[in-house]
């Protein structure tokens, strides 16, 4: 069966200082990968989303960065975090194709100070 | 551009009561539509979905129904529990099938 792993669970951050979240997939090949932020008491915004190595696609303008340098490796970076940052960051991964359901990881929750 | 929404929070109910939380949408052509329910602290958990007109999607006693002529995909349970309490998510997949576009959140409180 296919799981996907987000770590870490809880992060505090100084403002300025940089960020790595990172997202795995196992049990399954050329998923589509996708980060999502969630503040707090709103719905999900969508950051970024891939269909393959290399091939990534942002949603929104941001201090924010995405890699994908391997099939079910997603990672979330920053130079520099800001206040406005916080909030809940949630990896996702869908099958490829059109209409498919989205199935999430636990979630980050990121602190700044 | 294609959008959902949802009924606003919270929604407080006893244990046992008829559960109704209203979704509608805006879409381009006939896109599947999906219920995402996320515990506290907790990711997003997939609870149904439809993938065609008059299509109802069930699980754990929920239901919904996709309903072309109203636009719209309403979450029901005849029989809420306390373990209910959670928040749920509309959601459906944009035109170019690349993501999801999530309604706002509904905040569900059961008390016994």
């Known amino acids: 069966s296919q799981t996907i792993h ?5 992060l505090v951050q100084p403002v300025g200082s940089p960020l790595s979240l990172e997202c795995t997939v196992e049990g399954t090949s050329n998923p589509n990968l996708y980060w999502y932020r969630q503040a707090a008491g709103r719905g ?3 950051l970024f989303y891939s269909i393959g190595i290399d091939q990534i696609s942002s949603e929104v303008p941001q201090n924010l960065s995405a890699s994908r340098p391997q099939d079910r490796q997603f990672i979330l970076s920053s130079k520099k975090l800001l206040l406005s940052d916080s909030g809940f960051y949630l990896c996702a991964w869908s099958v490829m194709g059109h209409n498919q359901p989205q199935h999430f990881g636990d979630g980050t929750r990121l602190s700044i100070l | 551009g294609d959008s959902v929404t949802q009924m606003e929070g919270p929604v407080t109910l006893s244990e ?3 559960l109704t939380i209203n979704c509608t949408y805006t879409a381009t052509g006939y896109p599947s539509l999906f219920w995402y329910v996320q ?6 958990q997939l609870l149904l979905k439809a993938t065609k007109a008059d299509d109802k999607g069930s699980n754990k006693g929920f239901e ?8 719209s995909f309403h ?8 373990s209910d309490s959670a928040v749920y998510f509309c959601a459906l997949c944009n035109q170019a099938g690349t993501a999801l576009i999530f309604g706002k959140g509904t905040t569900l409180s059961v008390s016994s």
Not at chain 1, 6 to 10: F, G, L, N, R, V
Not at chain 2, 64 to 71: D, W
Request: aromatic share 12%.
């Open chain 1, 6 to 10: 987000q770590w870490p669970a809880t």
């Open chain 1, 44 to 46: 999900l915004q969508l």
């Open chain 2, 16 to 18: 046992e009561a008829f």
């Open chain 2, 39 to 44: 515990y506290p602290g907790e990711g997003l």
């Open chain 2, 64 to 71: 919904a129904t996709y309903r072309k002529e109203t636009t």
């Open chain 2, 75 to 82: 979450l029901e349970k005849g029989s809420v529990q306390v």
